[in-house]
T-cell receptor
Framework: DADVTQTPRNRITKTGKRIMLECSQT?????MYWYRQDPGLGLRLIYY???????NKGEISDGYSVSRQAQAKFSLSLESAIPNQTALYFC????????????FGDGTRLSIL | GQNIDQPTEMTATEGAIVQINCTYQ??????LFWYQQHAGEAPTFLSY????GLEEKGRFSSFLSRSKGYSYLLLKELQMKDSASYLC???????????FGAGTRLAVHP
């Protein structure tokens, strides 16, 4: 089983719909992150969480919200989806030790029509 | 501001050596990561440099010069499976936040 699991893997939806992407991990890491990846732009940080009570905005948080339901679960919501939120979304985790690598889930490919 | 530059695309021949460069400008630099990402898949960790010098790990090596804001990833004995994107990322500040470059797409041909 994967250490970092994202659901769904693919989603097609319409403009204006509310969407939730879920991430769960079995690595026991405190830190969790949500990124989006667009061609030519690389990975950009949306939100990150240091622990259950800590939520922080990344560089592109507008239009997104998150919830850290437990140490192992971090969900990303698009309250009212728009076409330019079409992208590949990745969840990642890391432990609290300085400069440890982040471990990525397999991604969610989201298309908004 | 923070900026990371790496070439968009590179091509190389199977069995050869290729060097992928990365230059960065960032405040509060902590360290530099290299990740490999095959098309449509998750990035996977390759290497980490915090001090100046070369870190070798099998066929892959990574070099860092903090004073020059420069790193490279060296891939030896290239194999077809090395065709992928290679992402340079720097950490700055707390929370282990990563700032990624746009990635270098490497094509290995016979």
């Amino acid at each position: 089983d994967a250490d970092v699991t994202q659901t769904p893997r693919n989603r097609i939806t319409k403009t204006g719909k509310r969407i939730m992407l879920e991430c769960s991990q079995t690595k026991g890491h405190d830190r969790m992150y949500w990124y989006r990846q667009d061609p030519g732009l690389g990975l950009r940080l949306i939100y990150y969480s240091f622990d259950v009570k800590d939520i922080n905005k990344g560089e592109i948080s507008d239009g997104y919200s998150v919830s850290r339901q437990a140490q192992a679960k971090f969900s990303l919501s698009l309250e009212s989806a728009i076409p330019n939120q079409t992208a590949l979304y990745f969840c990642a985790t890391s432990d609290g030790t300085a400069n440890q690598p982040q471990h990525f889930g397999d991604g969610t490919r989201l298309s908004i029509l | 501001g923070q900026n990371i530059d790496q070439p968009t695309e590179m091509t190389a021949t199977e069995g050869a050596i290729v060097q992928i460069n990365c230059t960065y400008q960032t405040s509060g630099f902590n360290g530099l990561f290299w990740y490999q990402q095959h098309a449509g898949e998750a990035p996977t960790f390759l290497s980490y440099n915090v001090l100046d010098g070369l870190e070798e790990k099998g066929r892959f090596s990574s070099f860092l010069s903090r004073s020059k804001g420069y790193s490279y990833l060296l891939l030896k004995e290239l194999q077809m499976k090395d065709s992928a994107s290679y992402l340079c990322a720097v950490t700055s500040g707390g929370y282990n936040k990563l700032i990624f470059g746009a990635g270098t797409r490497l094509a290995v041909h016979p």
